[in-house]
């Protein structure tokens, strides 16, 4: 990804702690698409003593998690402090306080997480990684797995808001959407962060809004800025504005306008390292088929 489209950090943060209070009541994509990636660990054997939701949000799949997985503990990691406030309340204080596998809260980055080395045996994201730099975010998930360890996450593809960006497109040559990463550079950032047999697929998935507004009110109330380094601050002028509704309106299909998301879903194991701590060979025998 160049560097220009990358998000920044910070603009981010600021983002989602100022959605987190209305984040629930808007987040109908995100739960759909959470349940969806969840449903990708029914053909899995998979025990885990230590799962990491990576950017968990509000916590809307500790629940979930814990019933599948009794026996683990759910370490729930996210950039935004207020994001981790809101999911705390998801626990009555008394499970907190008596019960011993609540889920653990870390307001921390995903591309400098503040755990040792393989700590978890899975890492489940959901809409998060477009956040972030593969680069950087997939290497530390594959820190923190132990060998053998699953990362299943979501994220959203290029073609996401595909209309919004056309609009917007038509009236100046500024970046007003987010970029997103193609489904095949992320396999490659996986292979090179040091996973093994990387499987993805993909989906398109259309949204219907009655006007612009509602698709932008939607985006800022779960916190989907642009968050791009040089972003423009608005369209300077109303008139910019109406030209790019009125290109938006000229996509509206049987009284809707759409709002496309490439939904990307990957998992991955932790390859088995090809060293030993001392830096000699490993060397896999397997006995011969009688």
Not at 247 to 271: C, D, N, Q
Request: hydrophobic fraction near 40%.
């Amino acid at each position: 990804m160049a560097e220009n489209a990358i998000p920044e950090k910070r603009a981010v943060r600021r983002s989602f702690e100022r959605a987190a209070q209305r984040y629930d009541k808007s987040a109908f994509l995100q739960r759909e698409v959470g349940e969806r990636l969840l449903a990708h660990l029914e053909p899995m054997r998979l025990d885990p003593a230590r799962i990491i939701d990576l950017g968990s949000g509000t916590g809307a799949f500790f629940d979930p998690l814990s019933k599948r997985y009794p026996r683990a503990d759910v370490l729930g990691i996210d950039l935004a402090l207020n994001m981790l406030r809101v999911a705390r309340h998801r626990t009555p204080w008394w499970r907190r306080t008596f019960m011993p596998r609540t889920p653990r809260l870390v307001c921390a980055d995903a591309e400098r997480l503040p755990l040792p080395g393989g700590c978890a045996q899975f890492v489940f994201s959901n809409l998060t990684l477009q956040w972030c730099r593969p680069s950087a975010a997939l290497p530390e998930a594959a820190r923190v797995l132990s060998p053998g360890g699953l990362l299943l996450f979501s994220t959203f593809g290029p073609d996401t808001l595909k209309e919004l960006r056309s609009a917007f497109g038509a009236v100046d040559g500024h970046a007003h959407v987010n970029s997103f990463v193609d489904m095949h550079d992320l396999g490659d950032c996986l292979v090179g962060a040091g996973f093994a047999d990387p499987v993805m697929e993909m989906e398109m998935i259309t949204l219907e809004y009655e006007s612009v507004d509602a698709v932008a009110r939607d985006l800022k109330a779960i916190g989907a800025h642009n968050a791009l380094p040089g972003r423009p601050r608005g369209l300077s002028g109303r008139g910019r504005w109406t030209r790019m509704v009125e290109r938006y309106e000229s996509m509206r299909r049987e009284g809707a306008l759409p709002a496309t998301f490439e939904v990307i879903y990957g998992h991955a194991w932790k390859a088995m390292p090809r060293r030993s701590a001392d830096g000699r060979q490993v060397v896999d025998f397997h006995p011969r088929g009688g």
